[in-house]
T-cell receptor, first 115, second 109 residues
Framework: DTEVTQTPKHLVMGMTNKKSLKCEQHMGHRAMYWYKQKAKKPPELMFVYSYEKLSINESVPSRFSPECPNSSLLNLHLHALQPEDSALYLC??????????????FGPGTRLTVL | SQQGEEDPQALSIQEGENATMNCSYKTSINNLQWYRQNSGRGLVHLILIRSNEREKHSGRLRVTLDTSKKSSSLLITASRAADTASYFCATAGYQKVTFGIGTKLQVIP
């Protein structure tokens, strides 16, 4: 099974709402990632988890809060977002057993709209 | 920045023709990866080439890497309409990859 799943597929939220994005993989991968992608732009790395510990935070605003409850799950908690946070949010995983980043497997993404 | 820069940013070809996309980067890398993205969807990994490799093939794909010039190319042979997508190179360092700006490929039937 080389699938990474993400829920929900679409999310519309107001600036005062609290919501969460979920990501799951069952490939035994030990590295998981959150990316943000705006239209016609490349994915931008937000967070990296390695062995369930946050290893990289690319200076992401605190209104985005990642969580890795176990080796298969990755959440992104959203609170007090701004309209400019509207984007496609992608989750990915990789084996993560060496220092170098290996092949990443991406989920289909969550299309987020902030009103 | 390690960010790759693809060239061209947009490419339109007839079905059956070959498509070549180039990627340049600035710093040393562990490996370089190519991904495809269909409109508004997740990325699909195509091929990974390590820094000590010069060429790699996978089906209709051929990737080259020149670390002295800090550049890579992706060749898609005998293109098909289904190859229409955006293609990104991604340079891999420690624990993360950085994506280039991408090439939007249109294959006309």
């Amino acid at each position: 099974d080389t699938e990474v799943t993400q829920t929900p597929k679409h999310l519309v939220m107001g600036m005062t709402n609290k919501k969460s994005l979920k990501c799951e993989q069952h490939m035994g991968h030990r590295a998981m990632y959150w990316y943000k992608q705006k239209a016609k732009k490349p994915p931008e790395l937000m967070f990296v988890y390695s062995y369930e510990k946050l290893s990289i935070n690319e200076s992401v605003p605190s209104r985005f809060s990642p969580e890795c409850p176990n080796s298969s799950l990755l959440n992104l908690h959203l609170h007090a977002l701004q309209p400019e946070d509207s984007a496609l949010y992608l989750c990915a995983s990789s084996r993560g057993t060496s220092g170098s980043t290996d092949t990443q497997y991406f989920g289909p993404g969550t299309r987020l709209t902030v009103l | 920045s390690q960010q790759g820069e693809e060239d061209p940013q947009a490419l339109s070809i007839q079905e059956g023709e070959n498509a070549t996309m180039n990627c340049s980067y600035k710093t040393s890398i562990n490996n370089l990866q190519w991904y495809r993205q269909n409109s508004g969807r997740g990325l699909v990994h195509l091929i990974l080439i390590r820094s000590n490799e010069r060429e790699k093939h996978s089906g209709r794909l051929r990737v080259t890497l020149d670390t002295s010039k800090k550049s890579s190319s992706l060749l898609i042979t005998a293109s098909r309409a289904a190859d229409t997508a955006s293609y990104f190179c991604a340079t891999a360092g420690y624990q993360k990859v950085t994506f280039g700006i991408g090439t939007k490929l249109q294959v006309i039937p």
